[in-house]
C-alpha cells in the first residue's frame, strides 16, 4: 500500500518539476526549463501504467491468473494514473516548448538563415 501511496505522489512530475516563463521576462535572462527530460518521463510512465492496467485485464479474463475485483482494486486506479501521467506530460511540453520560444526571440528568422531576417 505505501508503494501505492509513493508511485500516486510522484504521478505527473511535470506539474512540478518544469517550469515554463514568466509572463513578463526578458528573453536574454529568462529563467525556464527547456529540457523535456521530465515530460518524456512522465509520458513513458502514463503509456506504462495504462498498458499494465490493460494487461492485467486481459491475464484476468483468459484465466491465467484471477484476481478477485481486479478491475476496481488494480486497473480504474492504474488507468487514472496513467491519465494523470499523460496529462502532466502534455502540460509540461507545452511549457518547455513556451520557455524555447521565449529564448530565442532574437533568433527569428528561417531555418539555416545566416543573419537575422528583418
Known sequence: MRL??????????????????????????????????????DSAAGVLAIAAAAGGEIVTQAGVEHVDNYELIYGIPLIIVGIVYLVAASRGTD??????????VDNVGCDGCAERVP
Not at 511549457?95 to 530565442?104: D, H, M, T, Y
Open 95 to 104: 511549457k518547455v516548448e513556451a520557455c524555447r520560444s521565449a529564448k530565442q
Open 4 to 41: 501505492v501511496a509513493a508511485v500516486a505522489a510522484l504521478a505527473g512530475c511535470s506539474f512540478v518539476a518544469v517550469q515554463g516563463p514568466p509572463p513578463e521576462y526578458d528573453a536574454k535572462t529568462v529563467t525556464c526549463t527547456d529540457s523535456d527530460v521530465v515530460p518524456s518521463i
